[in-house]
């Protein structure tokens, strides 16, 4: 009888215990989630744009964005979705919390929608973030010179500047003639921007791409320059030839040169 109550009893704990073993499960999986997300961003108060861009491909990369832009929207109690779209709002709102330092993160606990939250964020730390950053920004591309790193390296510093301006950018344009006639201004400028910071002894090469008609873009311009600093590297340091040979008219050994 012992042996049977005492089977009984283990057979009722296993049922009782097993559902909650089930729950742990996805459970943990969410909170390592969520842990995870964007940790090389985390959002400080001051690192809006990047950590907007991390969260943006994160989510987007759940096939969640949508959460974030409003375009799903919570359906009525009645619908069988809308327990499908609460849990993935509760799910997008912990990783977007768990993605901010503590601090900042308790100030949005209580929105009711991840797309309010997000919309929160933004409007909190956006706009005058961006001011300074942008200012910063054109501050330290109008002083940007090539100076004494290659022309490599000076183009990836600039690229990286121009790309953070792009993430700024939220333009509302009429129609797409608009946008591509911005575009074409903006590269024309950029590739001024770069042929301007260049360094003197690239002078012939910078002359030669500004004449050219159209002015090319500035990924080509680079190309072109690039190659030029290799060919000057390549004549600069190839070793000199030298050797010997004997004079015809008299016996003596005659050293030339050959560059």
């Known amino acids: 009888m012992a042996a049977e109550k005492d089977s009984s009893i283990s ?21 390592n989630e969520a842990v995870s997300l964007v940790t090389s961003h985390k959002f400080n108060g001051h690192n ?6 991390s969260v943006v ?32 709002n509760h799910m997008i709102k912990t990783w977007l919390i768990s993605s901010m330092n503590n601090d900042i993160g308790e100030n949005f606990l209580l929105y009711a929608t991840a797309k309010e939250l997000w919309d929160a964020v933004k409007d909190s730390y956006s706009s005058s973030e961006n001011t300074l950053e942008l200012f910063a920004i054109e501050a330290a591309l109008y002083d940007l010179r090539q100076d004494d790193t290659s022309v490599t390296q000076y183009f990836n510093t600039l690229t990286c500047y121009w790309q953070q ?8 344009w009429k129609c797409t003639d ?11 400028k950029r590739t001024f921007n770069f042929l301007h ?25 680079f190309s072109e320059v690039r190659l030029e600093e290799s060919r000057k590297k390549v004549m600069i340091g190839s070793p000199t030839l030298s050797s010997e040979i004997i004079c015809p ?11």
């Open 48 to 53: 809006c744009l990047q950590w907007s861009q």
């Open 11 to 31: 057979e009722v704990t296993s049922k009782t215990s097993s559902p909650d073993q089930s729950l742990s499960a996805p459970a943990l999986s969410h909170h």
């Open 249 to 259: 008219c008299c016996p003596r050994t005659v050293s030339w040169r050959q560059s």
């Open 165 to 172: 301006l792009d993430l700024f950018e939220e333009y509302a």
């Open 197 to 221: 910071g260049l360094n003197k002894n690239l002078d012939a090469v910078q002359s030669r791409i500004m004449s050219t008609k159209p002015l090319p873009k500035v990924k080509e311009a």
């Open 178 to 188: 608009d946008t591509t006639l911005y575009r074409t201004i903006v590269e024309k």
């Open 57 to 88: 491909m994160y989510i987007g990369g759940k096939g969640k964005e949508e959460y974030l832009t409003g375009e799903i929207s919570a359906p009525k109690q009645d619908d069988p979705m809308h327990k499908t779209w609460k849990a993935d």
